[in-house]
């Protein structure tokens, strides 16, 4: 069956980094659309940065510049690496498989557990 699982989230101070992973198992994982979103206590899930199957990437504005989404397709994993990081980015981050790339979570049928990130100021 498809599985998606997180890693490499943390605790940082503003300013710090992190690198984020997603390993994908049980579907064509080069074909589909695959993307990071995040989720902080009572606010909705929102799309941070996608990226196609052809490699193409977008970002969501409050991130661009200071994160950049990745992918192996031989080791079927996709990253996020975070720079810059802000106290607002703290979150549960999610990853998430479907097709086609789409910022609305209803898009994606395959999700991650999540990975907590949290930065302090």
């Known amino acids: 069956q498809v599985q998606l699982v997180e890693s490499g989230g943390g605790s940082v101070q503003s300013g710090g980094s992190l690198r984020l992973s997603c390993v994908a198992s049980g579907f064509t994982y080069s074909t589909y659309c695959l993307g990071w979103f995040r989720q902080a206590p009572g606010k909705e899930r929102e799309g941070v940065a996608f990226?196609?199957?052809?490699?193409?990437?977008s970002y969501a504005d409050s991130v661009k510049g200071r994160f950049t989404v990745s992918k192996d397709n031989a080791k079927h994993t996709l990253y996020l690496q975070m720079n810059s990081l802000k106290p607002e980015d703290t979150a549960m981050y999610y990853c998430?498989?479907?097709?086609?790339?789409?910022?609305?979570?209803?898009?994606?049928?395959?999700w991650g557990q999540g990975t907590q990130v949290t930065v302090s100021s």
């Open positions: 990226i196609d199957s052809d490699g193409t990437t």
């Open positions: 998430a498989a479907d097709g086609p790339c789409s910022g609305r979570p209803s898009r994606y049928n395959y």
